[in-house]
């Protein structure tokens, strides 16, 4: 399995933002799509971002369109989620996840490898 490598979780007021990163070893991200998933306390994980990386083609969830970026570093084989306007319901645990499908990545059955999770707390 892939073994992914997440940092950038932390405490943020609402409004602020904050950066993701997912970095995995070797070159994992070079065939694949690359997904951020996020999950709240009593609640389903649910899709958040995903991008491709031999296109670079992304994805975003309607609760997050306007206000979250995802984009890739191929040379560090990082994928970072860029969050801004942070909302209190914006508190999860945020995933990393790579697929090997290029076609269904909002699909959460397709993703095979996850990270450990980093923790997003928004204050009011």
């Known amino acids: 399995q892939v073994q992914l490598v997440e940092s950038g979780g932390g405490l943020v007021q609402a409004g602020g933002s904050l950066r993701l990163s997912c970095a995995a070893s070797?070159?994992?991200?070079?065939?694949?799509?690359i997904g951020w998933f996020r999950q709240a306390p009593g609640k389903d994980r649910e899709y958040v971002a995903a991008i491709t990386w031999s296109t670079g083609n992304t994805y975003y969830a309607e609760s997050v369109k306007a206000r979250f970026t995802i984009s890739r570093n191929n040379a560090k084989n990082t994928v970072y989620l860029q969050m801004n306007s942070l909302k209190p319901e914006g508190t999860a645990v945020y995933y990393c996840?790579?697929?090997?499908?290029?076609?269904?990545?909002?699909?959460?059955?397709?993703?095979?490898?996850w990270g450990q999770g980093t923790q997003v707390t928004v204050s009011s």
């Open positions: 996840a790579v697929s090997t499908d290029v076609i269904a990545v909002r699909a959460e059955q397709r993703y095979n490898s």
């Open positions: 070797g070159r994992a991200f070079s065939r694949y799509t």
